[in-house]
């Protein structure tokens, strides 16, 4: 059952300081690797994701890197502010050539930024 | 601007009481999901469905069954609530577009089952 591992649990930053969530899956057939982040009172909403045929992708401060041979990929998050603070998950995912691919979800990372 | 919305935000039921969650989504979505959210846990699927009466078991689908009468509604019933049933549940749906697969989710009910 425990498909996904994610890493740390908990995780309090600086201020313009680098946030890293790490994410690792032991089903190599996912082909599709997504962030969601949730705000409290909000459900989760898509943030970034990256598909296994690149390493890297970036979009403005947060950056997906990916690792297949380690069946893993992390979430940074550069320059962190305070509106950062949420719930982190990934969430990587197969069969995305059908349209109805089930989600797995990770235990979820609270993020915090400190002044 | 997808809008994914559940019914109630709080929802406090006895036990052995019968419980329905509804969910409406307004873009045409065939896919529409259940997951219950805990500490620690993360989500947990608990039904899906792809088409309109037709329906899947994720992975926590005791003590739960789903509806899906109309394409944009989905409903989640407890059939007889039990305190293990206190949550948070979240209704997504699910688009697919080319080259990415991204699911929106509503904002969530929190239930207390005393």
């Known amino acids: 059952q425990q498909q996904v591992k994610q890493s740390p649990q908990s995780l309090i930053v600086q201020k313009g300081g680098i946030s890293i969530i790490n994410c690792a899956y032991e089903?190599?057939?996912?082909?599709?690797f997504p962030w969601y982040q949730q705000f409290p009172g909000k459900g989760p909403a898509l943030l970034i994701a990256?598909?296994?045929?690149?390493s890297e992708k970036k979009e403005g401060r947060f950056t997906i890197s990916f690792n297949k041979s380690a069946k893993q990929f992390s979430l940074h998050i550069m320059d962190s502010q305070p509106g950062d603070s949420a719930t982190y998950f990934c969430?990587?995912?197969?069969?995305?050539?059908?349209?109805?691919?089930?989600?797995?979800f990770g235990t979820g990372t609270r993020l915090t930024i400190i002044p | 601007d997808v809008k994914v919305t559940q019914s109630s935000r709080y929802l406090v039921k006895r036990t052995g009481e019968k419980v329905f969650l509804e969910c409406v989504q307004d873009?045409?979505?065939?896919?529409m999901f259940w997951y219950r959210q805990d500490p620690g846990l993360g989500l947990r699927l608990i039904y899906f469905?792809?088409?309109?009466?037709?329906?899947e078991k994720g992975d926590i689908p005791e003590g739960y069954s789903v509806s899906r009468e109309k394409k944009e509604r989905f409903s989640l019933i407890l059939e007889s609530a039990s305190t293990n049933q206190t949550s948070m549940y979240l209704c997504?749906?699910?688009?697919?577009?080319?080259?990415?697969?991204?699911?929106?989710f509503g904002p969530g009910t929190r239930l207390t089952v005393t």
């Open positions: 969430a990587p995912t197969l069969g995305t050539n059908f349209g109805n691919e089930k989600l797995t």
């Open positions: 990256i598909r296994p045929d690149v």
């Open positions: 469905s792809y088409d309109v009466k037709m329906k």
């Open positions: 089903n190599t057939a996912f082909d599709y």
């Open positions: 997504a749906s699910n688009l697919w577009a080319q080259g990415a697969h991204e699911q929106y």
């Open positions: 873009m045409d979505h065939e896919n």
